[in-house]
T-cell receptor, first 114, second 113 residues
Framework: DVKVTQSSRYLVKRTGEKVFLECVQDMDHENMFWYRQDPGLGLRLIYF???????EKGDIPEGYSVSREKKERFSLILESASTNQTSMYLCASSSTGAANEKLFFGSGTQLSVL | QKEVEQDPGPLSVPEGAIVSLNCTYS??????FMWYRQYSRKGPELLMYTYSSGNKEDGRFTAQVDKSSKYISLFIRDSQPSDSATYLC?????????????FGQGTELSVKP
């Protein structure tokens, strides 16, 4: 069964901390994505990667960076966490990169920045 | 104005009711239309996919796209308590790289026994 695993379900961090959110997929997918989900705003794309060591900005990349050193792992980094980054973070993967392709999502990490 | 608008609800219906969920959009380049279902404390899962205009049926679920009105709908017949979830519409132009979907805000649905 297809699986995208996010390392933490809940995280509480302080303003200014460096935060790492980890995501691992076991489907040998080429493509991985980070979205954030906020009430009233839906899901918004932060960063994505179509290959190891490659990354591209999504719609809201400010304040974030990513790392993809291995095909199965995609990390989201908050360089200096701020309260407006309190959100649900969802990792997703897909195999071919076609515009109509199905995304497989993890269960999400609820991050609170105090 | 958001590219995709979806009423967040919440929407509460009795078991057995027909549910209609809707999204409007402004970008005429959108060709791929999807509905994702998200249960509480879970990630979204693809429920239905439609290309361009028309209808698609899968069991109790029907997806409709009206490109002339820039309006898409998801109908759920004989709704069940297990259908209680948040439903997200998502769209993409043909030329977008995969995974770069534009999502609506999501509609929270509750089906009461």
């Amino acid at each position: 069964d297809v699986k995208v695993t996010q390392s933490s379900r809940y995280l509480v961090k302080r303003t200014g901390e460096k935060v790492f959110l980890e995501c691992v997929q076991d489907m040998d997918h080429e493509n991985m994505f980070w979205y954030r989900q906020d009430p009233g705003l839906g899901l918004r794309l932060i960063y994505f990667s179509y290959d190891v060591k490659m990354k591209e900005k999504g719609d809201i990349p400010e304040g974030y960076s990513v790392s993809r050193e291995k095909k199965e792992r995609f990390s989201l980094i908050l360089e200096s966490a701020s309260t407006n980054q309190t959100s649900m973070y969802l990792c997703a993967s897909s195999s071919t990169g076609a515009a109509n392709e199905k995304l497989f999502f993890g269960s999400g990490t609820q991050l609170s920045v105090l | 104005q958001k590219e995709v608008e979806q009423d967040p609800g919440p929407l509460s219906v009795p078991e057995g009711a027909i549910v209609s969920l809707n999204c409007t959009y402004s970008n005429s380049a959108f060709q791929y239309f999807m509905w994702y279902r998200q249960y509480s404390r879970k990630g979204p899962e693809l429920l239905m996919y439609t290309y361009s205009s028309g209808n698609k049926e899968d069991g109790r679920f029907t997806a409709q796209v009206d490109k002339s009105s820039k309006y898409i709908s998801l109908f759920i017949r004989d709704s069940q308590p297990s259908d209680s979830a948040t439903y997200l519409c998502a769209m993409s132009p043909v030329y977008n790289q995969g995974g770069k979907l534009i999502f609506g805000q999501g509609t929270e649905l509750s089906v009461k026994p």
